[in-house]
């Protein structure tokens, strides 16, 4: 089991940009990278995804707002976000996938509001 801690959240204004970032204890070798989110009265929704190869992909509400990146040395993902609006206050999760298996962080929460 991996333990996956986030961090980065935080209340940013409507069409700013947040950095998150998500550190792995355990091994991710063989495990695809992601986040979720999820607003309140709504369910998880995936966000992004990225595997050891650097394959990466994408919600579609995404729409090239966001990016992904993985640093396998320091065994944490990044999610870039930028154009935020409204629509993307959540608690952002991290998971780290091994075909259907997940392991889940606490959730980082992302406000956007002005």
């Known amino acids: 089991q991996v333990q996956l801690v986030e961090s980065g959240g935080g209340l940013v204004e409507p069409g700013g940009s947040l950095r998150l970032s998500c550190v792995a204890s355990?091994?991710?070798?063989?495990?695809?990278m992601g986040w979720y989110r999820q607003a309140p009265g709504n369910q998880r929704e995936f966000v992004a995804e990225?595997?050891?190869?650097?394959?990466?992909r994408y919600g579609d509400f995404v729409k090239g707002r966001f990016i992904i990146s993985l640093d396998n040395a320091k065994k944490t993902v990044h999610l870039q976000m930028s154009g935020l609006n409204s629509g993307d206050t959540a608690v952002y999760f991290c998971?780290?996938?091994?075909?259907?298996?997940?392991?889940w962080g606490q959730g980082t929460q992302v406000t956007v509001s002005s």
């Open positions: 998971n780290a996938r091994f075909v259907f298996l997940y392991d």
């Open positions: 990225i595997n050891s190869g650097g394959i990466t």
């Open positions: 355990g091994s991710i070798s063989d495990k695809a």
